[in-house]
């Protein structure tokens, strides 16, 4: 019970604004460049949200980031490609959570745990605080580097998804 209390009082205690600033108009420009360059030599179609918080009714609901991610995911419909090869960053800012949540068409090819080392690299650059768009675009690259393994371009591989990053 504690830590949920300290969840969603850190959650209460951050606001928009602080995201709003960190990923500014030009920071989303440039996760929207990243993502338009991770895309290329694979059939794969990525996506990046970020949040400030959860509202408390929402805390409720979603007692990891992990299930606010798997949310999203439907939300945004990153399900939603041909051939079900949809990733999507999630990040919660409260908790300085990262989730990559891949649709069935890449992890029935790909190990859990693949995605582990982009988020733990993503995970520390956000402990030290500093450069985090550019941080967030590495882990960008590092999904299209996975995906270009995994998934080989077909003959014809339109971009079925938007390359906008997405403030919830």
Same mark, same amino acid.
């Given at each position: ?97 990262? $989730?990559? %949540? &891949?649709?069935? *068409?890449?992890?029935? @090819? ?9 988020? =733990?690299? #993503? ?14 675009? $590495?882990? %960008? &690259?590092?999904? *299209?580097?996975?995906? @270009? ?9 339109? =971009?079925? #998804? ?7």
């Amino acid at each position: 019970m504690a830590g949920t209390f300290a969840r969603t009082m850190k959650h209460l205690g951050t606001g928009a604004g602080v995201v709003r600033r960190r990923f500014d108009r030009k920071a989303m420009e440039r996760i929207s460049d990243a993502i338009a360059a991770a895309e290329i030599g694979h059939a794969g179609e990525v996506r990046f949200a970020v949040e400030a918080m959860l509202p408390v009714r929402a805390l409720l609901r979603h007692p990891d980031a992990r299930s606010r991610a798997i949310e999203v995911f439907s939300q945004l419909r990153v399900w939603d490609t041909q051939d079900n090869t949809g990733v999507l960053l999630y990040l919660l800012w409260a908790d300085r959570a990262i $989730e990559i %949540v &891949a649709d069935r *068409g890449i992890s029935d @090819r790909l190990p859990a745990d693949v995605w582990k080392p982009p988020c =733990d690299r #993503l995970s520390a650059r956000l402990r030290q605080g500093d450069a985090v768009v550019e941080a967030v675009c $590495e882990c %960008v &690259a590092a999904i *299209g580097d996975i995906l @270009r393994g995994a998934l080989p371009m077909a003959d014809h591989t339109p =971009d079925e #998804l938007p390359d906008t990053p997405v403030m919830l």
